[in-house]
C-alpha cells in the first residue's frame, strides 16, 4: 500500500530535549516536506527537499533541521526544542516538484513541548 | 493579507443541504489543491485542479483562474462528511503548497 508513515504519533517532552520525528514514504518520490499546523495558522512549510542530498528552508524552519540521505526518509529533527514549537507536524511526498502532483500526507504527529 | 482566503471558516448544515466552500487567492499559480481533513487529523487530498471542473462522487470542485477563485460543492451533504476543507495553492516554484486556514464543516443528521 502507497503511503507516507511518521513517528512517533503522539509525542510530549520537555524544552531542550533533542527530538527526531521520522518519516518515510513507499511511493520512491523525489519531492518530500514537513510541514506544521497551528490553530488559527493553518499549515506552514517547515522544510523541503526536493531529492536526495537536496533541502531548502520553507516558511518557518526556525529550531528545526532536517536530513535526506535516502530517498524514502526524511526525518525531522528538533535539536533544543521550546514550547513554541509544540505543534501538529505532517510529513507530505510527492512524485517530483513538477506543477500539479498529488501530494501525499502522512498521518500526523503531535508534539507537546512542556 | 493571506495569500490564500477561504469563506466561510465555518459551516454548519442539514444533512442532504448542497455545499458550497470557496477559495480565493492572490498569486499566479500553476494548480490548486482541496483536501479533507478528519478530526482524527489526517489529510487527504480530494481534488487537484489547473482549470476546469472535476468531479468524484458527491463531490465537485471547480476553478476560474481568471477571477483567482475555486468552489468546493459536496451535493446530498453527509455527517461523514463534516470534517476541515483546506484549499492550498500550488505556485510551480520549489517550495511547497499555500495553504488557506480551512472550513470547519458540520453536517447535522
Known amino acids: 500500500e502507497a503511503q507516507v508513515t511518521q513517528n512517533p504519533r503522539y509525542l510530549i517532552t520537555v524544552t531542550g530535549k533533542k527530538l527526531t520525528v521520522t518519516c518515510s514514504q513507499n511511493?520512491?518520490?523525489?519531492?518530500m516536506s514537513w510541514y506544521r499546523q497551528d490553530p488559527g495558522l493553518g499549515l506552514r512549510q517547515i522544510y523541503y527537499?526536493?531529492?536526495?542530498?537536496?533541502?531548502d528552508k520553507g516558511d518557518v524552519p526556525e529550531g528545526y533541521k532536517v536530513s535526506r540521505k535516502e530517498k524514502r526518509n526524511f526525518p525531522l529533527i528538533l535539536e533544543s526544542p521550546s514550547p513554541n514549537q509544540t505543534s501538529l507536524y505532517f510529513c507530505?511526498?510527492?512524485?517530483?516538484?513538477?506543477?500539479?502532483?498529488?501530494?501525499?500526507f502522512g498521518p500526523g504527529t503531535r508534539l507537546l513541548v512542556l | 493579507k493571506n495569500e490564500v482566503e477561504q469563506s466561510p471558516q465555518n459551516l454548519t448544515a442539514q444533512e442532504g443541504e448542497f455545499i458550497t466552500i470557496n477559495c480565493s487567492y492572490s498569486?499566479?499559480?500553476?494548480?490548486l489543491h482541496w483536501l479533507q481533513q478528519h478530526p482524527g487529523g489526517g489529510i487527504v487530498s480530494l481534488f487537484m485542479?489547473?482549470?476546469g471542473k472535476k468531479k468524484h462522487g458527491r463531490l465537485i470542485a471547480t476553478i476560474n483562474i481568471q477571477e483567482k477563485h475555486s468552489s468546493l460543492h459536496i451535493t446530498a451533504s453527509h455527517p461523514r462528511d463534516s470534517a476541515v476543507y483546506i484549499c492550498?495553492?500550488?505556485?510551480?516554484?520549489?517550495?511547497?503548497?499555500?495553504f488557506g486556514k480551512g472550513t470547519h464543516l458540520i453536517i447535522q443528521p
Open positions: 507530505a511526498s510527492s512524485l517530483s516538484r513538477s506543477a500539479g502532483k498529488a501530494q501525499y
Open positions: 511511493m520512491n518520490h523525489e519531492y
Open positions: 527537499s526536493m531529492n536526495v542530498e537536496v533541502t
Open positions: 498569486v499566479g499559480i500553476s494548480a
Open positions: 485542479l489547473s482549470s
Open positions: 492550498a495553492v500550488d505556485r510551480g516554484g520549489a517550495d511547497g503548497l499555500t
